[in-house]
């Protein structure tokens, strides 16, 4: 079974630029989420959705962070402008059903933005 | 969120057993104590979960002390694809989805 697919793994980029993270989940999840990794933060939740719907972003770091789901197989995580600060490593992680259950990662996008 | 205590690193022989110490005092009846890993350069995988009894798995083993107040994660033989950093997560049962990451143990094994 093919995991969470997580697209591009590399991107570097200009400050200022827009970038764009994409997430595909495991089919048949309903919940989906979107990590941040960094060596001073560790591993960070950013924002959830059940359903398609966002249920806590209270992650997102500001206004310049922005998630979608526009339907059960796609997610999106848009920073614009991008800065030095946002470098890492984003995770899109899947699960399904309550919160007992395991949530499935992907192997990241590792972000440098210069 | 109730918190949990790792120590930062840990060494091991391969193809001797791991005992990965959690402690977590604070933690309330309806909480689930999971553990993933992270092996280097990919994302967390989930290993085991449990809430009052020890558990199972094909990855490893799980023990629970009675009063709940601390967990080992066992593996049994270690690998050199063991060496990972090993995250002990509390989970309320009751509430949402989150996973609250910690700073975690990192496993090193040697040959």
């Known amino acids: 079974d093919a995991g969470v697919i997580q697209s591009p793994r590399h991107e570097v980029t200009e400050m200022g630029q827009e970038v764009t993270l994409r997430c595909k989940p495991i089919?048949?999840?309903?919940?989906l989420f979107w990590y941040r990794q960094t060596m001073m933060r560790g591993l960070e939740l950013l924002i959830y959705f059940n359903n398609n719907v966002p249920i806590d972003d209270s992650g997102m770091p500001e206004d310049r962070f922005s998630a979608k789901m526009p339907n059960a197989s796609f997610s999106t995580l848009k920073i614009q402008p991008s800065e030095p600060r946002d470098s890492a490593v984003y995770f899109c992680?899947?699960?399904?059903?309550?919160?007992?259950?395991?949530?499935?990662f992907g192997d990241g996008t590792r972000l440098s933005i210069l | 969120d109730a918190k949990t205590t790792q120590p930062n690193s840990m060494e091991s022989n391969e193809e001797e057993p791991v005992h990965l110490p959690c402690n977590h005092s604070?933690?309330?009846?309806?909480?689930?104590i999971h553990w993933y890993r992270q092996l280097p350069s990919q994302g967390p995988e989930y290993v085991i979960h449990g809430l009052t009894s020890n558990v199972n798995n094909r990855m490893a083993s799980l023990a629970i002390a009675e009063d709940r107040k601390s967990s080992t994660l066992i593996l049994h033989r270690a690998t050199l694809r063991d060496a990972a950093v090993y995250y002990c997560?509390?989970?309320?049962?009751?509430?949402?989805?989150?996973?609250?990451f910690g700073g975690g143990t990192r496993l090193m094994v040697k040959p």
């Open positions: 604070t933690i309330s009846g309806t909480d689930y």
């Open positions: 992680a899947s699960s399904w059903g309550q919160s007992i259950q395991p949530q499935h």
């Open positions: 089919s048949g999840h309903n919940s």
């Open positions: 997560i509390l989970r309320d049962g009751n509430a949402g989805n989150m996973l609250t």
